[in-house]
């Protein structure tokens, strides 16, 4: 009895499928935060800037770093930056922030264009 109707060539396109998917699920891997300085929830004293590692190098012109305050105003006009020398690592130069709970939003956009994004806050004491 022949349980698999499928031709040799069928199943040879299947394969190179499979395969072909395998290779790019590894190949292109999205940014994925890391870690961060402040970190998530910590108590920072007078942070002079906001530094996230990631998985992957990142598209500058896409990637970014943003602070809100409490009230959910902009804690700062400055652009973030990816770092020249690991394009692993973004930067928010940051004021002198006062008092209080801070929000960070990233937007990282790896080189293969996917996109990935996050929030974390940590507290300015
Ligand atoms: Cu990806």
Known sequence: MKLFD???STL???????VALAISSTAFAHAHLISSVPAANA???APADVTIHFTEPLEPAFSKI??????????????STVDGADAREMHLA??????????????AVATD?????????????
């Open 12 to 18: 040879r396109a299947l394969m190179s499928g499979a």
């Open 94 to 107: 940051l004021p002198q922030l006062t008092r209080g709970r801070y929000a960070v939003h990233w937007v």
């Open 6 to 8: 499928f031709s040799s």
């Open 66 to 79: 943003t602070l809100a305050d409490t009230s959910g105003k902009p804690a700062t006009s400055t652009a």
């Open 113 to 125: 264009g996917h996109r990935t994004q996050g929030d974390f806050a940590f507290d300015v004491k």
């Open 43 to 45: 108590e920072a004293i």
